[in-house]
């Protein structure tokens, strides 16, 4: 039972669009959702994160949307850059434990 | 970059042997915790602690153990391994835990291979 589902799979972008990357998730007793971006051969790196009491966060390009009562969340990556090109996770968080989603490998094409 | 260390980075070994993974951290952190990752499946949890002998089961526990002698040390074992736990392992710190969701930083990970 996947308790969070990550779509796309992969995603193509021109440099200068927007990335979007869409994550539900079912268990309403989750309260942190962070995403982190994963470079090849390297550890995951939070990015940002959101807790439900708000229904958008942004830091620089990267924006966090939250619709709590679709149980929907959202990241949009403004002006996409050649090097924002790794493979991003959402996940979401209760009592110190995180679920992750499945991962969006994104390219963004110069 | 967290002070989170991994050993080793990469290991071969055979099917039925015992295999050890290392994480050591220098942030002081209570929490820790490990994770595998498969393609398709994203970061899974196997187990974490809160504290000095203190773990827990995560939702892909079985085959698996830790321990934790030291706030710094997270050791996490697989006393007979098998094929289907070949995978990159990644342990995570985080200074809070239950209670109050806190940031995970993640180590640069161990690719096991098991034949």
């Known amino acids: 039972q996947q308790q969070v589902k990550q779509s796309p799979q992969s995603l193509i972008v021109q440099k200068g669009g927007i990335s979007i990357i869409n994550c539900a998730y079912e268990?309403?007793?989750?309260?942190?959702f962070p995403w982190y971006q994963q470079f090849p051969g390297k550890g995951p790196a939070l990015l940002i994160a959101?807790?439900?009491?708000?229904s958008e966060k942004k830091e620089g390009r990267f924006t966090i949307s939250f619709n709590k009562s679709a149980k929907q969340f959202s990241l949009h990556i403004m002006d996409s850059q050649p090097g924002d090109s790794a493979t991003y996770f959402c996940?979401?968080?209760?009592?110190?434990?995180?679920?992750f989603g499945q991962g969006t490998e994104l390219s963004v094409k110069p | 970059d967290a002070g989170i260390t991994q050993s080793p980075r990469h290991k071969v070994t055979e099917t039925g042997t015992p295999v050890t993974l290392r994480c050591h951290q220098t942030?002081?952190?209570?929490?820790m915790y490990w994770y595998r990752q498969d393609p398709g499946h994203g970061l899974r949890l196997i187990h974490y602690?809160?504290?000095?002998?203190?773990?827990d089961k995560g939702e892909v526990s079985d085959g698996y153990s830790v321990s934790r002698s030291k706030t710094e040390d997270f050791l996490l074992t697989l006393e007979s391994a098998t094929s289907s736990q070949t995978s990159v392992y990644f342990c995570?710190?985080?200074?809070?835990?239950?209670?109050?969701?806190?940031?995970?930083?993640f180590g640069d990970g161990t690719r096991l291979s098991i034949l």
């Open positions: 995570a710190i985080s200074e809070r835990g239950k209670g109050s969701n806190q940031p995970q930083h």
């Open positions: 268990n309403t007793a989750f309260d942190y």
């Open positions: 959101i807790r439900p009491d708000v």
């Open positions: 996940a979401a968080g209760e009592g110190g434990k995180l679920i």
């Open positions: 942030e002081n952190h209570r929490y």
């Open positions: 602690s809160y504290g000095v002998k203190d773990t």
